[in-house]
């Protein structure tokens, strides 16, 4: 079974702050890797994927995550926030053995103070 | 249409009722995913089709929940006799095929409440 447990429900950070927000994943096969953005009453959309091309993912916004096999995590970080990343990050994992669904994590809600 | 639609927007349902949620997936979309995100928590799966083929109904939490996708492309999921547990936003997302590293597109759900 798979499992993605996300630390802090809420992340507050200054506008110009570094942004960092983690993601512990469990698979007993090699995980893809997902970070999804849900802005208020906006659908989710996808700020950027691992699929073992590549331990460091470069995603939309100037977000990043890099896939930390030996930690089980896959951390998402921003050098300088913008008070218009505020909104509530997912991280999610799915099986490389062929399983469509994704399981996601509870989620972190960021806010960006001025 | 440009992105997923989902209808409606919000549902306010008496205990008992049934409802009928509906998703338009992005045309040319083989596959279609429901998922239920309760106040506070992630998006859990639901069910899953590819096509008109539901390939995976593990997620629905009882026999209350069904899904279609008669033609392929729009889907409706219903719940029958409706709970106060059943209460959540319901989430349409929709891909090209289907395969596990691929990119979701959601729609922006349908609120359910049940008073």
């Known amino acids: 079974a798979q499992s993605v447990t996300q630390l802090g429900s809420h992340v507050s950070v200054s506008e110009g702050a570094l942004v960092l927000l983690r993601c512990n994943y469990s698979s007993s096969v090699p995980p893809y890797l997902f970070w999804y953005v849900q802005y208020p009453n906006q659908g989710l959309q996808l700020l950027l994927k691992y699929t073992s091309a590549a331990t460091l993912v470069k995603g939309i916004n100037g977000f990043e995550a890099e896939f930390k096999k030996s930690e089980t995590s896959f951390h998402l970080t921003k050098p300088s926030a913008h008070m218009s990343d505020a909104a509530e990050y997912f991280c999610?994992?799915?099986?490389?053995?062929?399983?469509?669904?994704?399981?996601f994590g509870k989620g972190t809600k960021l806010t960006v103070n001025p | 249409g440009a992105g997923v639609s989902q209808s409606p927007r919000y549902k306010v349902a008496k205990r008992g009722q049934d409802v009928a949620l509906r998703c338009d997936p992005i045309?040319?979309?083989?596959?279609l995913f429901w998922y239920q995100q309760a106040l506070g928590q992630g998006p859990e799966f639901l069910t899953y089709f590819q096509n008109e083929a539901q390939l995976d109904k593990s997620g629905l939490p009882s026999d209350r929940f069904f899904a279609e996708r008669p033609e392929g492309s729009v889907s409706t999921l219903k719940i029958q006799r409706t709970q106060q547990e059943d209460s959540a936003v319901y989430l349409c997302?929709?891909?090209?095929?289907?395969?596990?590293?691929?990119?979701?597109?959601f729609g922006s759900g349908t609120q359910l409440s049940v008073l």
């Open positions: 997302a929709s891909s090209v095929q289907g395969v596990a590293n691929e990119k979701l597109f």
């Open positions: 999610a994992v799915s099986s490389m053995s062929g399983s469509e669904k994704l399981v």
């Open positions: 045309s040319g979309h083989v596959s």
